[in-house]
C-alpha cells in the first residue's frame, strides 16, 4: 500500500464550506512535494469548532484509490 502525509490547517470557515459542498476537494502539497487532491469527505471524522489542524497519512492502493486516513498528530 502507498501512503503520502500532509499538513493540513482548514479553519472552520473553509470547512464549513467543504462540508456544505460548496467545495468538494481539499488540494494541498505532501511532505514529499507532491501536489494532492482529495475529496474532503476523508478528513470528516477529524473535524473540530475550530475547523482541522494536523498531519495525516493518506493510504491508497497502487491503482491511487483511497484506502484509509489516519491523523500523525496536531498542527
Avoid: C
Avoid at 22 to 28: F, L, P
Avoid at 41 to 60: E, K, P, T, V, W
Avoid at 65 to 73: N, P
Amino acid at each position: 500500500m502507498k501512503s503520502i502525509i500532509v499538513d493540513i490547517a482548514i479553519g472552520p470557515q473553509e470547512w464549513l464550506k467543504l462540508y456544505e459542498g460548496v467545495a468538494r476537494d481539499v488540494s494541498t502539497v505532501s511532505r514529499d512535494g507532491r501536489t494532492v487532491r482529495f475529496p474532503a469527505r476523508i478528513l470528516s471524522r477529524f473535524a473540530l469548532r475550530d475547523g482541522i489542524n494536523g498531519s495525516f497519512q493518506i493510504n491508497f492502493d497502487d491503482t491511487g484509490k483511497f484506502h484509509s486516513v489516519e491523523r500523525l498528530g496536531t498542527g
